[in-house]
């Protein structure tokens, strides 16, 4: 399998009084875009990697507790977030307005499944084997991390 169609998987997060994943599973067909990405390192990922059918960890970030919700999935790889040139729009981008080049990316995913166990990040920790995600590593902010497919299957299983 060639890297570019080889599944990914990723943790993806939302402040759940922003978006919630219960919000994702009550849109219609339990899809979104997902924009106002404005994070170099996070729009690589989505403009460069992110492809359709890589796997979502939903995660609630900024929340008491924080955690993975649930699962989704990639449904459109990467394509122009048109917010960005749009004033009217939270997500405006002045200076990408003035240069007349729209730099940021958006993607859309799919709710797959809630968990039946909310994930808490102090679970996450608490788990030996996942001592490496990105998202428990001290100063790790991007809304857009990696996973392996072994973190993500586990956070599964601990859902489940």
Do not use: C
Not at 24 to 43: C, D, F, I, M
Not at 63 to 80: K, S, T
Not at 95 to 107: E, L
Request: net charge positive; charged share 30%; no cysteine.
């Amino acid at each position: 399998m060639s890297e570019k169609s080889a599944r990914r998987y990723w943790l993806m997060k939302s402040e759940p009084e922003v978006f919630s994943f219960q919000d994702l599973l009550e849109a219609p067909q339990k899809s979104t875009h997902w924009e106002g990405v404005r994070n170099y390192q996070a729009r690589n990922f989505m403009r460069d990697l992110f492809q359709k059918g890589d796997g979502v960890l939903f995660y609630h970030s900024n929340a008491e507790p924080p955690g993975v919700a649930g699962i989704a999935e990639v449904v459109r790889a990467g394509y122009p977030d048109p917010d960005a040139l749009n004033p009217k729009s939270k997500y405006y981008d002045e200076a990408a307005h003035r240069k007349g080049v729209n730099p940021w990316i958006m993607v859309d995913v799919k709710a797959v499944k809630a968990f039946k166990t909310f994930v808490s990040r102090e679970r996450l920790a608490a788990e030996p084997r996942l001592k490496e995600m990105m998202v428990l590593k001290k100063g790790s902010r991007l809304s857009i991390q990696p996973v392996t497919e072994k973190e993500f299957e586990l956070v599964v299983k601990l859902g489940s």
